[in-house]
């Protein structure tokens, strides 16, 4: 893709899943990546990304809701990389309870690491984009629950609302600057995350009947997405949510005509 190779990015969350995929994606098209993770347990699975990744950059320690690992890791991360060109803000977490029964500490660790840690990121990257000439490029992951309710994960659909409000918000902020902000909304993907259904048949068969074509998506079919946003093919795109989701975004149960 235009105008990738040679840049640096960094990836949060990127030591499995769908973060992975997508440092893989851009090494491939020649960017110098940083794989953060958050804690010792996550160290090894970093170090296995950068190397599927051809070990071209480096792994980046931070927990992405916390403001000062987050600006320690960003001068790490310039430093030794040479600078950046762009973010992706892909580390996300999800927990299950009914919305009146939710723990308050579960809820706030949800949009700490999702909505907050989303927010801090992209302060630390566009306060660096505009200390050089050039701008940069952030492509926020989201979610089909941007839009879609999920009851049962309030916070969860609290936190991916809120980051199409941040993206949208930012990206008017600084267009005139040369940055560009930018959200992928993926639909079921074959991730870690999602493990409770992919490996339970029955519960596949039933995530799987509500997508229009008919399967959930591989990490790697996302990660092209975010690479194209991240791309000059896509310069004149921002403040946008790509909804890479297989159709469920267009409501699925509406296929038949049932309504009138």
């Not at 700490?112 to 926020?140: D, K, M, Q, Y």
């Not at 005139?176 to 519960?203: F, H, Q």
């Amino acid at each position: 893709m235009k105008g990738l190779s040679g840049k640096k990015a960094l990836i949060t969350g990127a030591s499995s899943g769908i973060g992975a995929a997508v440092a893989t994606r851009l090494a491939q098209e020649g960017v110098r990546v940083a794989i953060n993770y958050r804690g010792p347990a996550e160290r090894e699975s970093a170090q296995q990304t950068l190397s599927d990744a051809g070990g071209n950059g480096i792994i980046a320690q931070g927990d992405v809701s916390d403001e000062r690992e987050v600006q320690a890791m960003f001068a790490a991360v310039i430093s030794e990389l040479g600078g950046l060109d762009i973010l992706v803000n892909n580390a996300g977490i999800q927990i299950e309870a009914p919305s009146h029964l939710i723990d308050m500490t579960d809820f706030d660790r949800v949009m700490g690491v999702n909505l907050r840690g989303t927010f801090l990121c992209s302060r630390e990257a566009i306060r660096h984009f505009l200390s050089r000439p050039g701008g940069g490029a952030i492509v926020n992951n989201t979610s089909v629950h941007q839009i879609i309710p999920k009851p049962g994960f309030i916070s969860y659909s609290a936190s991916k609302s809120g980051i199409d409000g941040l993206t949208r918000t930012l990206a008017l902020e600084y267009a005139d600057r040369g940055i560009r902000v930018n959200s992928v909304g993926p639909g079921a993907t074959v991730t870690p995350i999602n493990k409770a259904w992919i490996d339970d048949e029955k519960a596949h068969a039933a995530v799987v009947s509500h997508i229009p074509m008919g399967r959930a998506a591989s990490s790697e079919e996302m990660a092209g997405v975010f690479a194209f946003l991240a791309s000059d093919e896509a310069s004149y795109i921002t403040g946008q949510t790509i909804f890479a989701c297989g159709g469920i975004s267009l409501f699925a149960e509406f296929r038949t005509n049932w309504s009138s």
